[in-house]
């Protein structure tokens, strides 16, 4: 069966600090991996995504991650964050029609 | 805008009654999901749809049944609901171009539903 770890639930962090957010998964198929950003009161919304091809993803709001199939990680990064950064982000795999979330981590932005 | 709705988007009910929550789309999608999100848990997947009376069970779908006669509504129902079952719940579908899939998912706003 395929699974999510988000190996932090929560991150503090300065602003305009750089920031990882992690994320390993195990699948015994290729999949398709996400990340996801929830506002808070608001619903989820897709900040990247690799399907195939370069392992670098960029997305909105500056946020990229990096696809690495030998270690199963697909970390999302920003080089400076801001306080409109403060979210929940969710990174998902995609093995076939089923979409399998991680538990979140909560990035709280430090002034 | 995915042209997601949902409804109710708040619902109070008691432990014992049957409650049915409605995702209509707009766009004709194929797929069709229901998950719920839970501090701690994330979010998790109830069931899925892959067409008009195609379903499948997803990680948590003990207590919950859906149908979809239709390809533009996704009904889940929790027959007896249960404290446990307190939850936001979101529907969402998943994005196509042209006749591929895009792979990734786009979300109702949610519903929250209190099970006293």
């Known amino acids: 069966a395929q699974s999510v770890t988000q190996l932090d639930s929560q991150v503090p962090v300065f602003e305009e600090a750089p920031v990882e957010l992690r994320c390993n998964y195990s699948?015994?198929?290729?999949?398709?991996l996400f990340w996801y950003v929830q506002y808070p009161n608001q619903g989820l919304q897709l900040l990247l995504k690799y399907l195939s091809g370069s392992t670098l993803v960029k997305g909105i709001n500056g946020f990229e991650a990096e696809f690495n199939k030998s270690q199963t990680s697909f970390h999302l990064r920003k080089p400076s964050v801001h306080i409109s950064d403060t979210a929940e982000y969710f990174c998902?795999?995609?093995?076939?029609?089923?979409?399998?979330f991680g538990k979140g981590t909560r990035l709280h932005i430090l002034p | 805008d995915a042209g997601i709705t949902q409804s109710p988007r708040h619902k109070v009910t008691e432990t014992g009654t049957p409650v049915t929550l409605r995702c209509h789309q707009t766009e004709n999608h194929r797929y069709m999901y229901w998950y719920r999100q839970d501090p701690g848990h994330g979010l998790r997947l109830i069931h899925y749809s892959y067409g008009v009376k195609d379903t499948d069970k997803g990680e948590v779908s003990d207590g919950y049944s859906v149908s979809r006669s239709k390809t533009e509504d996704f009904l889940l129902t929790l027959e007896s609901a249960t404290s446990s079952q307190t939850s936001v719940y979101f529907c969402a579908i998943k994005g196509t171009s042209g006749r591929s899939s895009t792979g990734e998912l786009f979300f109702g706003e949610g519903s929250r539903l209190t099970v006293l």
């Open positions: 998902a795999v995609s093995p076939d029609d089923k979409i399998i």
């Open positions: 699948s015994s198929v290729s999949v398709y």
